[in-house]
């Protein structure tokens, strides 16, 4: 298979909730994130080319400030995850301009390449900034 992305794909750390904007309904966990996309993991295959208004949910010490990342998900492909009850779902992510530097940073806190994250260095800048609000 080509990988056609055009940006590099992160892994997260955490399975953050996506949920359609205006029910709140949950449509499945973020698995990866990129500038420009998504893959997610569900219960149910996402339809191809039918984009929808979502909400990625942020984690704890981002929704002091903000519960919520919004943008047009539209998924690209769906096959089945290893788990036969699950789907994984690749999509396209598009967010408002002035929300570059918050996905920016979840990519950059909350992704991971190659198998290995130093969770030292994240505990020690996390504890540093912890730190300084007090």
């Known amino acids: 298979m080509i990988d056609k992305r055009s940006s590099a ?9 996506i949920t359609h904007r205006t ?8 698995t990866d994130l990129s500038a420009t996309g998504v ?3 569900t219960e149910q ?7 929808m208004e979502v909400c990625i ?10 519960d919520t990342l919004c943008g047009i998900l539209t998924p690209k492909w769906s096959k089945p995850d290893r788990n036969p009850r699950l789907s994984l779902s690749g999509c396209l992510f598009e967010t408002a301009p002035e929300d570059k530097e918050l996905r920016g940073y979840l990519i950059e806190e909350y ?3 190659s198998g290995t994250i130093d969770f030292r260095k994240r505990y020690e800048r996390s ?7 007090i």
């Open 9 to 17: 794909r992160r892994d997260t750390v955490l399975y953050l909730r």
């Open 23 to 30: 029910s709140r309904v949950e449509i499945g966990r973020l």
């Open 39 to 41: 893959l997610l993991i």
């Open 45 to 51: 295959p996402l339809a191809a080319d039918e984009p």
């Open 57 to 66: 949910h942020l984690p704890p010490r981002l929704s002091s400030e903000r």
């Open 111 to 113: 992704g991971f390449n």
């Open 127 to 133: 504890k540093a900034m912890r730190d300084e609000e």
